[in-house]
T-cell receptor, first 116, second 111 residues
Framework: EAAVTQSPRNKVAVTGGKVTLSCNQT?????MYWYRQDTGHGLRLIHY???????EKGDIPDGYKASRPSQENFSLILELATPSQTSVYFC???????????????FGAGTRLSVL | GDSVTQTEGQVALSEEDFLTIHCNYS??????LFWYVQYPGEGPQFLFR?????EKGSSRGFEATYDKGTTSFHLRKASVQESDSAVYYC??????????FGAGTKLSVKP
């Protein structure tokens, strides 16, 4: 069964600290995405990738970096975490027929991050 | 840029009620439109999609029809159950851009 696994599931960080959220997929999908979920805003796109070695900025990239070292792994990095980055973060891989436009997204279970 | 608007932030119904969640989009051409559902403690999961005008997508008793004239893809279900309580997201895929999601609608169904 296709799977997207996120780690850690919960994280408490201090302001100014570095945080790395990891994502692994076994779907063999080229496309991977990071979203954050906040009440009233839904899912907002932070960074995405079309394949190993590539990263693209989404709609809210400020304060975040992304890394795609392999087809399977996609990380989200907060170099200097701030309380405004407290949120639930979801990773997804995208695949299926019909091209990227029709990609079905498969999500991980999420990482709940609190920055104190 | 491309965007999706969900009108209702929360919907409260009783079992066997009719459900409508409104979704309107803004994009040129013919984007692909999706509905995802998220249960508590889980990530969103794909419900169904449509990619052409007048195409109907459906799954698990839910359905929506792509309407380019009104730029809409409203989610409907004839008779909701308590187990349908979840957050529903409308999403848009366009060209090779990453999918964009609406703000979500929380559905609560009373037994």
């Amino acid at each position: 069964e296709a799977a997207v696994t996120q780690s850690p599931r919960n994280k408490v960080a201090v302001t100014g600290g570095k945080v790395t959220l990891s994502c692994n997929q076994t779907n063999n999908h080229n496309n991977m995405y990071w979203y954050r979920q906040d009440t009233g805003h839904g899912l907002r796109l932070i960074h995405y990738s079309y394949g190993a070695g590539s990263t693209e900025k989404g709609d809210i990239p400020d304060g975040y970096k992304a890394s795609r070292p392999s087809q399977e792994n996609f990380s989200l990095i907060l170099e200097l975490a701030t309380p405004s980055q407290t949120s639930v973060y979801f990773c997804a891989s995208g695949g299926g027929t019909g091209g990227a436009r029709q990609n079905t997204l498969y999500f991980g279970a999420g990482t709940r991050l609190s920055v104190l | 840029g491309d965007s999706v608007t969900q009108t209702e932030g929360q919907v409260a119904l009783s079992e066997e009620d009719f459900l409508t969640i409104h979704c309107n989009y803004s994009a040129s051409g013919y984007p692909a439109l999706f509905w995802y559902v998220q249960y508590p403690g889980e990530g969103p999961q794909f419900l169904f999609r449509a990619s052409r005008d007048k195409e109907k997508g459906s799954s698990r008793g839910f359905e929506a029809t792509y309407d380019k004239g009104t730029t809409s893809f409203h989610l409907r279900k004839a008779s909701v159950q308590e187990s349908d309580s979840a957050v529903y997201y409308c999403a848009l895929g366009h060209n090779n851009n990453a999918p964009r999601f609406g703000a979500g609608t929380k559905l609560s169904v009373k037994p």
